[in-house]
């Protein structure tokens, strides 16, 4: 079995859709206690190490993960975005030293694994005029990886929801010829709502005040702000209402035959909010870990508002695996190359 280590791992979308392709994941590296929790809960078997990754990352690595340099398949994981020191021009690891991807960098630079993957939001590619991205491949590049990139639509890969994700797959340079990655083509069927809402089980959330459930109530499935009465509209968004642009966030409500629109970590925010399309509500932490494409028997630990915010933190499992089952089959590809190549 290919083997993996992933930091930053959330509560475990990424990881799901990892050992669903296939791969045996060495440890997980979270530093917030709730989603550790999750992991641990969902998954005893794995090593999840609840720690600041800067404490991980200065250890002898291959000690520590009992594996030699080189032998790791994946490493994977999504850093957030922060802006880099651009003193002089050598753009290498030093100017990404107090990030937390100066971690994940120290992490390829010691392991060396066959491959990476690397998920961010769409934004990191504008984030300082385009200048941070830049940074990071430079940093990728000088660690030892040819790096290839594409934006997925988690909509296309089996997920209910509008969810565009920054896919950075690195391929170390020694294995260039050996290994090629090939991102995954789009499903012919794209799911909506109605394909997770209806019979999805009951669990935790919150509710609108009483007010704010009654304006909702007057909003159409698929409506917004502009749908209903434009002297109720007015006073529920007060200053937003001379704000320019559509606002089509605002009173947003989902309609069963549409996607969702990105899962958020709060149920409830006037300029982005999704509203149930068959009841006045939010959805529920549930509702949102099926739209994420979580299986129904991974269970969130910590508070509501903790449980929420690790589902809108995490990548689709559906998104994650089809990125992952694409990894494992180059992986076994260049093992089927070395196998004819030994026994010729």
């Known amino acids: 079995m ?3 280590i992933e930091l930053f791992a959330g509560a475990g979308g990424l990881a799901l859709g990892v050992e669903k392709a296939g791969f045996d994941n060495l440890g997980l590296i979270e530093f917030d206690k709730d989603a550790a929790d999750t992991l641990k809960k969902n998954r005893p078997n794995w090593n999840v190490i609840n720690d600041d990754i800067a404490n991980i990352s200065c250890l002898d690595l291959e000690k520590y993960f009992s594996i030699n340099k080189g032998d790791l398949d994946l490493l994977s994981g999504g850093a957030p975005c922060q802006a880099f020191s651009y003193a002089g021009k050598r753009l290498g690891l030093e100017d990404a030293r107090g990030t937390l991807f100066y971690h994940y960098a120290v992490f390829l630079e010691k392991l060396q694994p066959k491959m990476f993957l690397f998920e961010n939001v769409r934004g990191l590619l504008t984030h300082n005029h385009g200048k941070t991205y830049t940074t990071m491949l430079n940093i990728f590049e000088k660690t030892g990886y040819v790096i290839d990139k594409q934006i ?8 209910p929801q509008k969810r565009e ?4 797959i690195g391929i170390r340079k020694d294995l260039i010829g050996k290994i090629k990655y090939t991102f995954p083509e789009s499903h012919k069927y794209k799911p909506v709502l109605r394909d997770v809402l209806l019979d999805c089980p009951e669990g935790p959330g919150v509710q609108y005040g009483e007010k704010k459930r009654k304006i909702f109530e007057l909003v159409p499935a698929g409506g917004y702000w502009r749908d209903i009465d434009p002297k109720i509209a007015k006073e529920y968004m007060k200053s937003c209402w001379d704000m320019e642009g559509g606002r089509t966030g605002i ?6 035959d549409e996607p969702s629109l990105t899962v958020l970590t709060s149920p409830s925010q006037k300029q982005t909010e999704r509203c149930h399309p068959l009841e006045a509500r939010p959805f529920t932490v549930r509702e949102n870990a099926r739209i994420q494409t979580f299986p129904d028997d991974w269970e969130f630990c910590g508070n509501v ?4 915010k690790q589902v809108g933190n995490a990548v689709p499992v559906s998104l994650a695996y089809d990125i992952a089952k694409e990894i494992k089959e180059s ?14």
């Open 251 to 256: 009173l947003r409500r989902m309609s069963l």
């Open 152 to 159: 997925l639509n988690a909509w296309e890969h089996g997920a």
């Open 331 to 344: 992986l076994e590809m260049a093992d089927r190359k070395e196998e004819l190549r030994e026994a010729i």
């Open 305 to 308: 508002s903790s449980q929420y």
């Open 165 to 168: 994700r920054l896919i950075t």
């Open 2 to 4: 290919y083997t993996s």
